[in-house]
């Protein structure tokens, strides 16, 4: 009997070596199918027989696996515990379809939130969307249906929808694995998004970093060309920077433009791409709107927490025994997603830190276990969810370098046109290295500067440097035109408090 084997051609799961495990099941005479990835990292490549699993395979592992002896198999993949606790609407094909067939996309839901949409009209659409209480989940956790009230009023003869999928935070994939697993679930979003609007054309804003994204979409967005049709879609691919994920920066980066930071007012609702009304949302974001059409606002706003609805595809990183993707309504506990669904640490370690919403997220201690993953909860706790990517951190991090390494990156990537931002963070990586430097920790960059330079430090006590750190932070996060210089005290400021002991400074200063 000739049995079907599926692998993902999830770029994870390609780098883990999949393609040399599907290899080998196909000289064995199985028939390969290459699928989405179910999110379970740490068990790629994983391969799916009847809809048991094993892995993580290599090709030698196969002949194990084909004469029912192998140790790694993990059950009914869809029982196993990390599957079985989600609550998968955006990611309710993952592991299950192939990215770019049609006719699997169609069996499993596919184009019934399109259909809906078309059938209630764009007014119907904005209705369900806004009552569905999603917000976008690029970061901002700005309502969704706002944000296509503003473009749909807008009087002008050309709107734009424009996907974000520069996706440039640590620890995050959500959008990576969408585009590459789920293309068309994105293109329906899209659809329904112009629909709404009154849009004609559509663009995806992918990183350069993501080639199989782009070239899942790029297929995707042949075959689906009839389907959305009189709308369009293309893909443009940016060129590395972090900021042109800020939406005006992208805006810019898309007509061909520096990815220079631009002033609001206007808003890009207003006056977006090419100076007109446009619709800048997140992958997922948007993905999640053909199941909103298709079962109902009700339905989705039913789950969730506080005013945080619906459900959120959260990424554990780092160092995490189980990373990968979790999908599941706001509310549960950083505790639970840190230690329950991550297992805690790969190294075994105690947890130390968990950094929390990309490069731009506060470092969160044990302490915050308690916290309900959702917008709210975290903003009362000096932290942000962002994009939903969460580092974990054992206890050999040295969380003052951690700091560092915020402002620096602040700095790297800065678009340069707002001073506290630019001058700030550089500034910054200066005091934070007088401050390591008095505790052993790297190099005093004082020391080895011009005489001139070296005036300066004349007689700066810690406690002042400290302070200096703090009011730089005040002004960037006051001062600055983006979240970029805005948000990077959260990282450096939350490393300071919770982590005292790594600035040279007495425990105890914790708890001031
Ligand atoms: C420095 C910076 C980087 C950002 N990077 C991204 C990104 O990679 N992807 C994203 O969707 N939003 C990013 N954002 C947020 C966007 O500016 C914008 O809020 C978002 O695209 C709006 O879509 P949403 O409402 O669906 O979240 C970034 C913001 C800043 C300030």
């Known amino acids: ?152 009023k807008a009087p002008a003869a050309r709107k734009y929808v424009v996907c974000n999928a520069d996706e440039g935070d640590s620890a995050t994939f959500a959008d990576r694995m969408v585009m590459e697993g789920d293309p068309f679930g994105l293109i329906e979003g899209m659809a329904i998004a112009a629909h709404a609007v009154g849009a004609q054309m559509g663009y995806i804003y992918v990183r350069s970093e993501y080639p199989h994204a782009i070239a899942t979409l790029r297929g995707a967005l042949d075959l689906a060309a009839p389907i959305i049709a009189p709308f369009r879609i293309e893909v443009r691919v940016g060129a590395g920077s972090y900021v042109c994920g800020e939406e005006t920066a992208l805006l810019n980066s898309l007509e061909g433009r520096r990815g220079e930071v631009r002033a609001k007012p206007p808003l890009p609702a207003i006056e977006g791409l090419f100076g007109q009304p446009t619709v800048v949302n997140n992958v997922l974001t948007l993905a999640a709107v053909p199941w909103i059409m298709a079962h109902g606002s009700a339905a989705y706003a039913a789950v969730g927490y506080g005013r945080s609805r619906g459900t959120m595809p959260i990424q554990l990183a780092g160092n995490v025994r ?144 400290i302070t200096l750190l703090e009011d730089l932070c005040e002004t960037m996060k006051f001062g600055s035109l983006c979240a970029l210089g805005g948000f990077t005290p959260y990282p450096v400021l939350s490393a300071l408090r919770n982590f005292p002991q790594d600035f040279g400074l007495p425990a105890a200063a914790a708890a001031e």
Not at 15 to 31: E, I, L, Q, Y
Not at 138 to 145: D, I, K, S, V
Not at 423 to 447: F, H, L, Q, Y
């Open 322 to 465: 189980y990373g990968g993707l979790f999908e599941a309504g706001f509310g549960m506990t950083l505790g639970e997603l840190v230690m329950e669904i991550g297992g805690g640490t790969a190294s075994g370690r105690p947890v130390h830190a968990v950094q929390v919403g990309g490069p731009l997220g506060a470092y969160h201690t044990p302490a915050d276990f308690h916290l309900p993953f959702d917008y709210e909860s975290f903003a009362a706790a000096d932290g942000l969810i962002g994009h939903a990517g969460i580092t974990v951190f054992d206890d050999s991090a040295d969380m003052s370098a951690q700091a560092r390494f915020a402002m620096q990156f602040c700095a790297v990537e800065s678009c340069g046109k707002c001073t506290p931002c630019r001058i700030g963070s550089t500034r910054g990586v200066e005091v934070i290295d007088r401050i390591r430097a008095r505790s052993g920790r790297g190099a005093d960059p004082v020391e080895s500067l011009p005489q001139m330079h070296n005036a300066r430090k004349g007689g700066r006590s810690l406690a002042e440097d």
């Open 1 to 152: 009997m000739t049995r079907t084997v599926r692998i993902s051609n999830d770029a994870l799961a390609l780098a883990c070596g999949a393609d040399h495990v599907a290899a080998a099941f196909a000289a064995a005479g199985c028939v390969v199918e290459r699928v989405s990835s179910w999110g379970m990292h740490w068990l790629e490549p994983l391969a799916e027989i009847a809809g048991e699993g094993f892995g993580p395979l290599t090709a030698d592992d196969v002949a194990a696996v084909l004469a029912g002896t192998s140790a790694l198999g993990i059950g009914a993949i869809a029982a196993h515990p990390f599957i079985a606790r989600q609550q998968r609407f955006t990611f309710a094909r993952a592991g299950q379809t192939r990215p770019l067939s049609l006719d699997d996309y169609a069996a499993h839901g596919g184009w019934a939130g399109l259909d809906a949409a078309r059938r209630i009209g764009p007014d119907g659409v904005i209705g369900e969307v806004t009552r569905s209480g999603l917000r976008g989940r690029g970061g901002a956790g700005f309502p969704a249906g706002i944000k296509w009230t503003t473009v749909a």
